[in-house]
């Protein structure tokens, strides 16, 4: 079990993320929904030690989690990795690998099976040894899901995965992702707009600072709970979708 209890992130005076504590169990695939700004990007790092905390603890089975990283494959929000540094996509996907091994021993054949076997599973073997910078926007979110699979964590935590991506890879991230579940993994991902793809979570985590709901998305997607993060900004088809489409 994932616990985040009374995490809170205070930037020098800007509030990014107020006390939200919540659980995730083995085999759950979480969203986190909320505006921009919203604190989703906070959340993910400040569960991982990125950003400094004002309060709160994170403990994953026997204890803190910053202190079992390894087990934790994190996909960051495209706008924040630099897309120009010159290295392969194959070795993007091995640096999984090497972080286990250490950087000074050559990855033996094993690791280079997983390698292949994660880039065959988001269709990206053929660009193997493209630089990154050289791959699309949804390419590059491939190869990112591909280095996490390599990295065989128990808890993946995905920013904006489906960012500017077409429906191909948007399936094939959500196959990955029901993959994953399927074998007991823990999965947050969020996302500024799930659309159909809420249907396919188990839980729901509605965000604006701090937690304003958290349970299935037909419970937390109410008229109440979005106008509580969005305020008056919410367009009104997020609404109808959710009277009429989603959950019927
Ligand atoms: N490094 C930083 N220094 C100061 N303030 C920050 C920093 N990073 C984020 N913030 C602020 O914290 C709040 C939460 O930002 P965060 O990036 O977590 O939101 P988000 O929900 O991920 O937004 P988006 O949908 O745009 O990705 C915002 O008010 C933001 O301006
Ligand atoms: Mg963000």
Redo the contacts with the bound molecule.
Sequence with gaps: MLEVRNLAVN??G????DHVSFKIEPGQLVGIL??????????LKAMLGL?PVSSGLVNYCTGPLHQQLERVAYVP?RSQIDWDYPITVWNVVMMARTRQLGWFRRPGRAAQEIVKTALDRVEMTHLKQRRIGELSGGQQQRVFLARALAQQADIFLF??PFAGVDKKTEAIILEVFEELRSQGKILLV?N?DWGQSLTRLDRLLL?NQRLIADGSPQEVMTPENLQSAYGGSLQTPLYQDVDTNLFC
Excluded: F, W
């Design positions: 930037y020098r800007v509030c990014g993320l909320g505006p921009n700004g919203a604190g989703k990007s906070t959340m950003v929000q920013d904006e969020s500024h965000l």
